[in-house]
């Protein structure tokens, strides 16, 4: 009926909303507590550095929105084979461009921060670190989106709460001894560990393991 049909679509909704939201919410928490804890200058060094080591998955969120409708279309029909080869496809686009990327801020971190004037470099280390992030974000695959796309989209949401629990009393403990380079640590440890969290369960729910479909492709 409708109304049943209307139930299934807020209950499979809400869980994802909830996650974007603590996304968003994620993504300021390191920004916002080194505005409370530091000067203001340290809180624009420190950001820029995050919007550049972001250049690591630039192109993530394009293939990623191009993925979820198709893993959702493979799963409801079942093909796991195409699953999994959309996965492939969607991993190995990520690591084309977010590895060339990382390796390019990597080499000369103090280098592109002096685009944005002769105080940014000091924020070096922290790009190093925020990429490594991103690098493991990239590498994992668009794990998230196969956990909601496939009606897991409620171990989708624990995995992000707890996460971004973690970033806050990491953030919160690291700011106010190592400043902005504790922010850079404890984002990018957060980051890495909800991608691992993720790509777990995607292994235990769906059976799939990134790095086995990178290896085998079509041959499993």
């Known amino acids: 009926p409708e109304d049943w049909g ?9 869980p994802m909303l909830m996650s974007s939201a603590m996304f968003l919410i994620m993504s300021w928490t390191d920004t916002l507590l ?13 950001r ?13 969120a394009a293939v990623n929105s191009y993925a979820a409708p198709l893993f959702a ?18 991993t190995w686009l990520n690591i084309a ?42 590498l994992c695959g668009p794990v998230m989106y196969l956990l909601n796309m496939t ?3 409620r171990v989708a949401q624990r995995i992000v709460w707890t996460a971004s629990g973690l970033n806050l009393a990491l953030n919160l403990w690291a700011i106010p001894r ?12 957060s980051m890495a560990l909800w991608n691992v969290a993720a790509a777990w369960a995607v292994h235990r729910r769906l059976g799939l393991s990134v790095l086995d479909v990178l290896l085998s492709g079509h041959n499993r």
């Open 6 to 14: 209307w139930r299934s679509m807020v209950a499979t909704g809400w």
């Open 34 to 46: 080194l505005g409370h804890f530091l000067e203001e200058d340290q809180v624009g060094i420190y």
């Open 48 to 60: 820029v550095a995050f919007r550049m080591a972001a250049v690591v998955t630039l192109v993530q």
């Open 73 to 90: 279309e493979r799963h409801a029909l079942g093909d796991n084979a195409g699953l999994r080869e959309a996965l492939r496809q969607t």
């Open 97 to 138: 461009f977010s590895v060339p990327s990382f390796l390019m801020l990597v080499l000369a971190p103090g280098w592109w921060l002096s685009w944005f004037g002769d105080a940014f470099p000091a924020g070096g280390t922290c790009l190093l670190w925020l990429a490594a992030g991103q690098l493991v974000n990239a």
């Open 151 to 153: 009606g897991h989209e």
């Open 178 to 189: 190592f400043g902005i380079e504790g922010a850079a640590v404890a984002t990018a440890l």
